[in-house]
């Protein structure tokens, strides 16, 4: 089974302060995304990778930025985190390009204060 | 605009019925739609996937219809149980390279 993982399951964080949220993949799945979730706007794309060091904006990716330095580890920063960043966040990962399901990890509840 | 709507108000069914739940889009022409299931506090599980140019998938007590002129996804489950309770979300890739976007999700309530 493709596991998703995510440094953390709840996170609380000061304005200002850079976050780091972690998520690795263990099936060698070359996409990578970072979603956010909030009531009423539904999963909304903040970045994607198609292979290692690459990376592509999303639909919200103002404010955050990703690395992936390894095939199996994709992070997002909140450079400077601000109390309109609170939300659920949930990474996810596809076996390639192509017509292929995403797996999601179990996402990360962070409240900024 | 571009748009992806599905019901926000819950869905209540008995026990044993079969669920319907509706994904409308608008001004995007997609190659294929996803559905997946969301347990509270959970990350979404895929389930089942539907091309452009099939009318209909089926998985086990589930069925996913796809009607491009319509714009419009139905997503069955057939002989409800309580299990089945949770937030189904409908997403469509609008560019062939998985970026998906998702609807809001209907929430799915079985009761015995």
């Known amino acids: 089974d493709v596991k998703v993982t995510q440094s ?12 780091f949220l972690e998520c690795v993949q263990d099936m060698d799945h070359e996409n990578m995304f970072w979603y956010r979730q909030d009531p009423g706007l539904g999963l909304r794309l903040i970045y994607f990778s198609y292979d290692v060091k690459m990376k ?39 076996p390639a390009a192509g017509v292929y399901e995403q797996y999601f990890g179990p996402g990360t509840r962070l409240t900024v204060t | 605009s571009q748009k992806i709507e599905q019901n926000s108000e819950a869905l209540n069914i008995q026990e044993g019925k079969t669920a319907t739940l509706t994904c409308n889009y608008t001004n995007y022409s997609p190659a294929y739609l996803q559905w997946y299931r969301q347990d509270p506090g959970r990350g979404p599980v895929f ?66």
């Not at chain 1, 955050?64 to 601000?82: D, H, M, N, P, T």
């Not at chain 2, 796809?66 to 189904?88: E, G, N, R, V, W």
């Not at chain 2, 469509?92 to 809001?104: E, M, S, Y």
């Open chain 1, 56 to 94: 592509e904006k999303g639909d919200i990716p103002e404010g955050y930025s990703v690395s992936r330095e390894k095939k199996e580890r994709f992070s997002l920063i909140l450079e400077s985190a601000s109390t309109n960043q609170t939300s659920m966040y949930l990474c996810a990962s596809s």
């Open chain 2, 47 to 112: 389930l089942l996937l539907i091309r452009e140019n099939e009318k209909e998938k089926r998985k086990e007590r589930l069925k996913v219809t796809f009607d491009t002129t319509l714009k419009q996804s139905l997503f069955h489950i057939t002989a409800s149980q309580p299990a089945d309770s949770a937030t189904y979300l409908c997403a469509l890739d609008r560019t062939g390279f998985q970026k998906l976007v998702f609807g809001t999700g209907t929430r799915l309530l079985v009761s015995p």
């Open chain 1, 8 to 19: 953390s399951r709840y996170l609380v964080k000061r304005t200002g302060e850079k976050v």
